[in-house]
């Protein structure tokens, strides 16, 4: 069984885009998997909140996506390597029904593989 470390980084690649995802802290998950609303009368994961929590807190590095301009899309950090709103629903936005955005949510498990994503661990930089 491998385990990840806090500190390592895991590059997740699909096709010409590259994501660098951190794993989360057990905290960090506990919050994002306490995040719910309400339906019906019953209360139910909101699935949508947890990906922007995700991907807000795990995204470190992206490349291989530009803008319509044809730039290069950056990244914006909101302090200690959290994303913005902004950019965390842009990239939300992006990779919402692709294999990424399954592999960006296994990251902190035990189980990294999803099947067309390359992945790699390295050091944290």
Avoid: W
């Amino acid at each position: 069984m491998n385990i990840l470390r806090l500190s390592e980084r895991v590059k997740l690649k699909l096709g010409e885009v590259t994501v660098l995802v951190s794993p989360l802290s057990f905290a960090k998950k506990s919050e994002i998997a306490k995040e719910s609303v309400m339906s019906d009368g019953i209360l139910v994961p909101d699935y949508a909140k947890q990906s922007f929590l995700l991907v807000k807190h795990s995204v470190k590095d992206v490349t291989g996506l530009t803008d319509y301009a044809g730039n290069e899309y950056k990244l914006t950090f909101d302090g200690a390597e959290v994303l913005t709103d902004d950019c965390a629903i842009e990239l939300v936005d992006c990779f919402s029904g692709t294999k990424l955005a399954a592999a960006i949510g296994k990251v902190s498990t035990s189980n990294l593989n999803v099947e067309g994503v390359e992945l790699d661990v390295v050091p944290k930089q």
